[in-house]
């Protein structure tokens, strides 16, 4: 059991397991502190056009949640997948070592095929309810795995809800996530069926 930040957030060691509604799979998580930064890790695994994929995934942040870095490995059907993407402070990012100018100062990654990077901004606001703020995310698409911007709104609306708009509002839904900050109901996507 982690101790609790001012939103209600417990840090420490947590870990989550969601199941996809929009096709076959379940994916597991877990954020937790190592020294002064944070790791995010998972697994994703489930059906993409009738073929099985799984993903890996590590990213790691800094005190403050901002990106550093991520790692993204697995399999989609017989195709290796190994995608290594770098942040610096300026907010330069590199896809597997070219320079990816569509998403300079960008603060978060953003995985496609995951609910877990919502975490990311949800911990590094900390909002309080009613608050709102806009999210320059570099988004890795799937399956394509380029880099593109997003930018992202996030509106707390209680305790537990947050307000998530994309595209300038062309797309908008309601989450809900746990005391860790980790999704619990991304309707129509991803449903958490345990967390700590």
Request: a negative charge; one cysteine or more; aromatic letters at 10%.
């Amino acid at each position: 059991m982690g101790s609790t930040l001012s939103m209600g957030l417990r840090v420490a060691d947590e870990s989550i397991l969601w199941r996809r509604l929009d096709r076959p799979g379940h994916e597991f998580a877990r954020a937790y502190l190592v020294d002064s930064s944070w790791r995010l890790t998972g697994t994703a695994v489930f059906a993409h056009e009738g073929r099985a994929c799984r993903l890996d995934y590590l990213i790691i942040c800094d005190a403050a949640w901002r990106t550093l870095s991520a790692r993204v490995t697995g399999w989609l059907a017989n195709q290796p997948i190994e995608i290594d993407i770098s942040v610096d402070a300026p907010g330069h990012w590199r896809l597997d070592g070219a320079e990816c100018h569509a998403v300079l100062e960008c603060t978060d990654i953003d995985l496609n095929f995951s609910p877990s990077t919502n975490l990311l901004p949800i911990r590094r606001l900390a909002l309080e309810i009613g608050a709102e703020a806009e999210v320059h995310a570099a988004w890795l698409r799937f399956p394509s795995f380029k880099l593109e911007r997003l930018d992202q709104r996030y509106r707390r609306v209680g305790p537990a809800t947050y307000r998530y708009e994309s595209a300038g509002g062309a797309f908008v839904t309601e989450i809900d996530v746990n005391s860790a900050g980790f999704v619990t109901r991304y309707p129509n996507f991803w449903e958490a069926e345990t967390s700590d």
